[in-house]
């Protein structure tokens, strides 16, 4: 089990609540991670996105993107999905490489993949979505 706190860390703990260990980051980790079997990415309110290795909670990878994170990484073929204040930022799942950037007018509030598309909903009440 993972899960986040406003001191910056995400827990991995067991289903009887031992701790396992823990990831620091910089800013508040109020989102959930986005997991796809080995993959687990976490993002925080700094603009941090990282990769973790779930089983000792080393980083993989972690990138500064151009906002805060404040919805639940998507991970889709190979390709890490995150809402970054207004942008919607494709990473490489393996590299954390940035593979694409596509701006909106308002904050993002939640990422979704469904039907072969990505869905990102922003503050303003729009939905939006794009082919990954």
Request: hydrophobic letters at 45%; glycine letters at 12%.
């Amino acid at each position: 089990i993972l899960v986040g706190d406003d001191a910056g860390r995400l827990h991995s703990i067991t289903p009887e609540g031992e701790p396992v260990g823990d990831y620091l980051l910089d800013g508040l980790v109020r989102a959930p991670a986005g997991i796809a079997g080995a993959v687990v990415v976490v993002g925080d309110s700094a603009g941090n996105a990282a990769r973790i290795n779930p089983s000792d909670m080393g980083e993989v990878w972690r990138v500064s993107l151009p906002g805060p994170v404040a919805a639940e990484p998507v991970i889709h073929a190979g390709v890490v999905w995150c809402g970054a204040g207004p942008n919607l930022v494709a990473l490489d799942a393996e590299t954390g490489r940035i593979r694409r950037r596509v701006a909106a007018e308002a904050e993002t509030t939640d990422v979704i993949a469904a039907f072969g598309r990505i869905y990102w909903a922003t503050a303003d009440g729009r939905v939006r979505t794009i082919s990954p």
